[in-house]
């Protein structure tokens, strides 16, 4: 576990957002290396989740939900779907965080991938109990999206934040043994026949996909880490794939840094990524909040 690591992913989620916002919604193939100006929905959930993780030292349903009403409502120019402020001014209303508020909205809950753009935190924060880290994500995600598509979207996108940190070998094998629904299992066999065929761009989304669920993007991102060789190139690759790019190109963006490092991000992205030093200074208290509970779990 190293800092460098928490930073590069929470940071490297933001500058995946950033680049792919600009472009989100264009159905054809665009190569850029240019940052939007600002970050969307994607970031500020994030940061809610970091927030909260670290004020309770760990999972509070109450108040992570109430991380995510107050930040919605101090910036509901963010780019948030439809569903997810309906929730939060039923949450603002008195609502419990863990009624599955969305099956209200959508016949048997959202199966968006609003669940798995956010999680990055809880991969970090729960890297080391794999039992854990899916049980955690299921809550997190249920605050907004209760479908089990979502839920389990979320699991495998948090636990490919927790096996990049560690650097996992086993990369492929591992995601395959965890997850636990057989669409997801599909999609990871088809990631590794697609890692031969990376520039067909055409049957990488006709087979994983580049859409809004959690099942046309979660396994999307994990390709475009695995496809390439610097985080640079992950994100670009991520957000060339057009459709939900912002948020495929965030998740993609969390894996991606924290295998490679806070140092792997360019400096010219660095200095244009709007709110840099409160989220670098956020993944910092983070990993000191799980050093010191790691180290109370030691002694």
Request: glycine share 10%; proline share 3%; charged share 25%.
């Given at each position: ?10 940071t490297?989620?933001?500058i ?10 264009f ?26 993780l ?53 016949p ?36 907004t999206?209760?479908?089990?598509l ?8 948090a636990?490919?934040?927790?096996l ?12 395959y ?22 520039e067909?761009?055409d ?10 669920t ?18 640079k ?67």
């Amino acid at each position: 576990m190293k800092m460098e690591r928490f930073t590069g992913c929470l940071t490297g989620l933001a500058i995946g957002d950033s680049l792919g916002a600009p472009l989100e919604g264009f159905l054809s193939f665009t190569v850029t290396a240019d940052l939007g100006s600002h970050y969307t929905d994607d970031t500020a959930m994030m940061i809610g989740i970091a927030e909260s993780l670290i004020e309770c030292k760990g999972f509070n349903g109450d108040n992570m939900a109430q991380k995510f009403v107050s930040n919605y409502y101090k910036e509901p120019w963010r780019g948030y779907g439809s569903g997810p402020p309906r929730i939060f001014k039923m949450i603002k209303q008195g609502r419990r965080w863990d009624e599955c508020l969305d099956k209200e909205i959508f016949p048997g809950g959202s199966y968006g991938n609003g669940a798995a753009m956010r999680i990055a935190p809880i991969g970090l924060f729960y890297f080391d109990d794999i039992k854990k880290l899916r049980e955690i994500s299921h809550k997190t995600s249920q605050i907004t999206h209760s479908h089990p598509l979502s839920m389990e979207g979320a699991a495998l996108e948090a636990y490919a934040v927790s096996l990049a940190l560690i650097r996992e070998k086993n990369f492929i094998q591992k995601l395959y043994d965890f997850t636990i629904l057989d669409i997801y299992k599909k999609k990871i066999k088809a990631i590794e026949h697609l890692l031969t065929e990376k520039e067909n761009r055409d049957r990488v989304v006709r087979e994983l996909g580049n859409g809004v669920t959690a099942h046309e993007s979660v396994p999307t991102a994990i390709f475009s880490f695995l496809s390439t060789d610097s985080f640079k190139d992950s994100v670009i690759y991520a957000v060339s794939l057009g459709g939900d790019t912002d948020t495929i190109g965030a998740m993609t963006g969390a894996i991606s840094g924290a295998f490679y490092g806070y140092d792997s991000i360019p400096k010219k992205w660095l200095e244009k990524l709007e709110n840099r030093d409160y989220i670098f200074n956020l993944a910092t208290l983070l990993f000191k909040t799980k050093k010191k509970l790691l180290d109370l779990k030691i002694h």
